[in-house]
């Protein structure tokens, strides 16, 4: 398990409350957390996923997720 890292376009807490769902059923997301303090809300995974698995998941819930170092 790793934790990824991932600039996202979430704005708000409607908008974390929007992708909970759709993280939180993933067998392999073993936490999540999106810090909208910071101005790229930054979107941190611990996971087994891809980053890629993780940007799909985020765009299936209508979010965009690019990762980052």
Known sequence: METLKFK?????GGCV???TPFL???N???NWNVDLE???RILKVETSKTPQ???QL????G??????A
């Open 63 to 68: 979010y965009n997720a690019e990762e980052i």
């Open 58 to 61: 985020m765009k299936k819930a």
């Open 24 to 26: 939180n059923e993933d």
């Open 8 to 12: 996202t376009n979430i704005k708000c």
């Open 53 to 55: 698995e993780i940007a």
């Open 38 to 40: 910071s101005p790229e």
């Open 28 to 30: 392999a997301i073993e």
């Open 17 to 19: 409350a929007t992708v």
